[in-house]
């Protein structure tokens, strides 16, 4: 059976969601392997969310978010933007690519924009392959 | 009362801190020892694992461990221990989340021989090998336990019933929490209920901590304990020295921010807190002044090592467990 990746995505509610949904609206045509959770902010993705995600078997994590200056809560994308760099380096020291989680910014008109980005991310974790995560932590359990 | 209760003190991957902090209650141990046999207990009693393995099922009515599972004899104890009581404690971090030794998990077992026995230039090049699970030395067969890749929590090897954060738990919880099983036992209160963390509360460090929080945290930059004359009553964060109060639980009367230091989060994560690594990313995040990704880099490069910080003493039962890389 050929690697199908499961990215799950976070999307705010104003821009992100929004945009994705123009995508649906216009017919455009776009992988099918992001499951969208819709959150009120992108703020509101607390990094337990993404954690979690991946130990429970996501091969991918999308955070998706007005652009700076954009945030309907005026300031809530800023937030975002200062927890991303943290929770990168714990991914990294946890050993997890990089390329499994992104930050984007997508606005309510780029519906576009956020095909092309669903487009080239499951292309980019389909090259990574399966998470290691689930499926290790299950053989830790054999090793003893 | 009419009999002793039957107890054993054991001790895991640990430093021997949280058998110190049992006898640190003082006198009050002369207590714990008119109530009970101390069946085993290594480091203060005699008492031989062929006397455990001897035991019926059940026999013992606590069995009290400290330490995490880091090899197959640590396993092995915890497994027999569990078997012969009927209450098994988990006691101290390492034991709870895995501790400081569960820093282990963030590397591999292979790096930490290659450090620890190959490239470590105090060894003569001539005695350099790793420990072996079996060896045979002058037509004997010796063994060694067998070291595991990784390191694990109590709960993720054996059922445990209840647990005693801290690393070391402080005496007075450590007090409160051997009356409230003896008196579960002798059935003067009920038992709390199964799963329980005893000896602490059910609130964050914050709740107790004294210092004062004046203003909005607004930071341009963090420091070290030691790079900074802080102002002794005014929350740490606020100052700009990472402290991991707000996603730990309180119990241990706020030992380290009252003298100075920041909390490291040893009594684990507080009550509704799932990975207190994850969440004091989000704590540090939203203290940091800026809105510019690499002014926030910059930022960042003053706060090293976040994963040991964020971390410390839970890398084992975070939502991770360790690290996935190749």
New interface residues.
Partial sequence: MTFEPKIVGFLCNWCSYTGADLAGTSRIHYAPNLRIIRVMCSARI???F???A??EGADGVLIAGCH?GDCHYSEGN??T???Y???K??LR????EEERVRLEWVSASEGHLFADLVNEMTEQVRALGP???KS??AL?MA?? | MPEKLQIAIYWGAACGGCDVSVLDTNEFILDVDALCDVRLWPIAVDGKYKDVEAMADGELDVAIMNGAVRN?EN?HIAKLLRQKSKIFVAYGSCAYMGGIPSLAN?TSRDAIFETLFMANPSIEPGNRTVPLPVSKVGGHQLELPRF???V?ALNQIVDVDYYVPGCPPVPSQCKAAILALVQALTGQAPAPPKGAVVGAFERALCDDCPRTRTQEKKIKRFYRPWEIMQDPDVCLMEQGIFCAGIATRSGCGVRCPKSGIPCRGCYGPAPGV??Q???L??A???I?D??D?DE??RI?ETLPD???F??RYSVAT?????????
């Fill in positions: 607390d990094p337990t993404v954690i979690k991946l130990a700076p800023y937030k933007m200062r927890r760099p943290l929770l380096k714990l020291d946890y050993g997890i998470s290691p995560v290790g932590l830790d090793e003893r | 197959s396993e963030l595991y890749e990784r694990y799932v990975d690594g994850a969440k990313i989000s540090v995040s939203s940091i800026s809105k990704p926030i880099d960042l976040f994963t040991s964020a971390n975070s939502l991770l467990q360790r690290s996935h890389g190749q």
